[in-house]
T-cell receptor, first 110, second 114 residues
Framework: GENVEQHPSTLSVQEGDSAVIKCTYS??????FPWYKQELGKGPQLIID?????GEKKDQRIAVTLNKTAKHFSLHITETQPEDSAVYFC?????????FGAGTRLTVKP | NAGVMQNPRHLVRRRGQEARLRCSPM?????VYWYRQLPEEGLKFMVY????????ESGMPKERFSAEFPKEGPSILRIQQVVRGDSAAYFC????????????FGSGTRLTVV
């Protein structure tokens, strides 16, 4: 089955700086890569996703890149704000199988 | 559209009791997934169901745990004879098709075994 690794486990940045979270996956059949944000006491919320037929996708301050050859994908948050503080999960999905990374706790210091 | 509804939000059970967790998927979604999350940890896949069928239960413990998604009504995750190690947040997600769409998660049920 799919195995997803996520780094770093914790990340602290100053407000206004950029944050980058990286994930690798093992199953070359995976073709869909969503990112979720989980705030304290809440369920994960989908924030952006990318499919294997594109290399990059951007939505305002959030962007995701995908390198299929290397089997890794990354989340980039620019101009970070305190409300970006949360746990972020990457995931990889192929055939009937979506697996999540262990999560990154992002703290944005004002 | 109410989204994915999970209840109860919090559930306290004594060791040896049964816990029943309910999940109503989003309207139009026929695929349901259950995940367990321990404090400060990630989401661990448990089971994937469609209406009246278990598609993948590879993440679910063989004993004491069961799941169903009947033709009518919510999906149920049932834990029999709970132990302290079952204490966790249990999240349900739904999708309109198999997993190549983003899941919509519920707010979770926080189970505490005392």
């Amino acid at each position: 089955g799919e195995n997803v690794e996520q780094h770093p486990s914790t990340l602290s940045v100053q407000e206004g700086d950029s944050a980058v979270i990286k994930c690798t996956y093992s199953d070359s059949a995976s073709n869909y890569f969503p990112w979720y944000k989980q705030e304290l006491g809440k369920g994960p919320q989908l924030i952006i996703d990318i499919r294997s037929n594109v290399g990059e996708k951007k939505d305002q301050r959030i962007a995701v890149t995908l390198n299929k050859t290397a089997k890794h994908f990354s989340l980039h948050i620019t101009e970070t704000q305190p409300e970006d503080s949360a746990v972020y999960f990457c995931a990889a999905s192929g055939n009937n199988d979506m697996r999540f990374g262990a999560g990154t706790r992002l703290t944005v210091k004002p | 559209n109410a989204g994915v509804m999970q209840n109860p939000r919090h559930l306290v059970r004594r060791r040896g009791q049964e816990a029943r967790l309910r999940c109503s998927p989003m309207k139009g979604h026929s695929h349901v997934y259950w995940y367990r999350q321990l404090p400060e940890e990630g989401l661990k896949f448990m089971v994937y169901l469609q209406k009246e069928n278990i598609i993948d239960e590879s993440g679910m413990p063989k004993e004491r745990f069961s799941a169903e998604f009947p033709k009518e009504g919510p999906s149920i995750l049932r834990i029999q004879q709970v132990v302290r190690g079952d204490s966790a947040a249990y999240f349900c997600a739904s999708s309109p098709s198999f997993s190549n769409y983003g899941y919509t998660f519920g707010s979770g049920t926080r189970l505490t075994v005392v």
